[in-house]
């Protein structure tokens, strides 16, 4: 019993009190920590390749150089996307314009940030009030009994 004392004060415990209102888990801001950034980067990044694979998609127009404006003529040059070949103009142009596919980078980024922020009040985000409202569906709602079951009137 003895022995068992003496070892029990070699080994020295530190407590620390943590208060209430500190979050235990690193955030860049409120309800936004280390693996929200993560869904987030990783929507940016497919957000990338979307925008990417869409500007492979274009099309080709050709024409004569008397049909074009004097005005469209003059700043007329041959560059990767035009080609001028004597009388005839070929131009490649893109089918989605780069406007327009800018937002298939920012959709997703935005989206994951909805999706992923926590909201300071619940401790809970989008996705995880979806899982538990999921959860509560599947439950049982209705529970069948008799009155006066087990009384002995």
Not at 45 to 63: D, K, N, P, S, V
Request: proline share 3%; hydrophobic share 40%.
């Amino acid at each position: 019993m003895y022995e068992y004392d003496e070892q029990e004060q070699d080994i020295k415990i530190t407590h620390y009190l943590v208060p209430t209102n500190v979050s235990t888990r690193f955030e860049i801001f409120e309800g936004f920590g280390w693996t929200e950034a993560k869904y987030v980067a990783i929507a940016l990044i497919c957000g990338l390749a979307l925008y990417l694979l869409t500007g492979l998609f274009t099309r080709t127009e050709q024409f004569n150089i008397k049909d074009i404006p004097q005005a469209e003529t003059i700043g007329l040059k041959e560059n990767k996307n035009t080609k001028i070949e004597g009388n005839i103009v070929t131009r490649k142009k893109e089918v989605i314009p780069k406007a327009v596919r800018f937002f298939f980078i920012l959709v997703p980024g935005i989206g994951a940030y909805i999706v992923t922020k926590r909201d300071p009040s619940t401790g809970m985000s989008l996705v995880t009030n979806l899982q538990a409202a999921r959860e509560f569906a599947k439950k049982q709602k209705r529970y069948l009994f008799k009155y006066n079951s087990g009384s002995e009137v």
